[in-house]
Structure formats: C-alpha cells, structure tokens
C-alpha cells in the first residue's frame, strides 16, 4: 500500500506562485511514477504533471513553462512548482500514483484545494 499526504495548498494571486508538495509512504518501492491531476468544477480531472521513476516528467499544454515536477527520493517526496497562476487554474489538486509501469494512477492523495484570485 501507498499513502499519499499533500501540503501546500490555499490562496493565490494572479500572477503568483505556489508549491504543492506531496508524501509517500508505505510500499514506496512499488511507485513507478507520481503526479499531480486537478478537478475544476464542472470540468473533467485532467492530469497537469507526472514523473517517473526514471525521473522522466510529462506536463499538461497548459502548465508547460509554468509548472515545474521535482522529486526528492530521499524523502520520497515529489513538488509540484507553480508559477504565474491564472484564476483559471482554480481547482481541487491531487497527488497520484501508480504501481503499475503502464496504466491508470491507482492511488490518490484526498485533494488539497488552490484557488487562484484575479
């Protein structure tokens, strides 16, 4: 089992930054990769960020040369670097990630909420 704990979360203003963290624990070994989706309301969950055991990292259109996925293996920690935040970046952000090479992201943090003012 795997067990997510996200921090970082809260209040922004247009054009700040923010930097979500997340922790793994448990059978960290099994993680193949881990990431960060966000769910806005009336929108579907879209994946932003993920990296890899190999550290290989994969970003949303949208979040490329804003965010920024960085893990820390020591701690077994992964942080997602947000910049230049938009209102429409508003949403519930979850820590995910997948035992499985290849697939579906099999655990999820419980969501930690970023809201973006204009």
């Known amino acids: 089992q795997v067990q997510l704990v996200e921090s970082g979360g809260g209040l922004a203003q247009a054009g700040g930054s923010m930097r979500l963290s997340c922790a793994a624990s448990?059978?960290?070994?099994?993680?193949?990769?881990m990431g960060w989706f966000r769910q806005a309301p009336g929108k579907q969950r879209e994946l932003v960020a993920a990296?890899?055991?190999?550290?290989?990292?994969n970003y949303a259109d949208s979040v490329k040369g804003g965010f920024t996925l960085r893990r820390d293996n020591a701690k077994n920690t992964v942080y997602l670097q947000m910049n230049s935040l938009k209102p429409e970046e508003t949403a519930v952000y979850y820590c995910?990630?997948?035992?499985?090479?290849?697939?579906?992201?099999?655990?999820w943090g419980q969501g930690t909420q970023v809201t973006v003012s204009s």
């Open positions: 995910v990630a997948r035992t499985m090479p290849s697939g579906s992201y099999n655990y």
């Open positions: 448990g059978r960290t070994r099994s993680s193949y990769a």
């Open positions: 990296i890899t055991s190999g550290c290989r990292t």
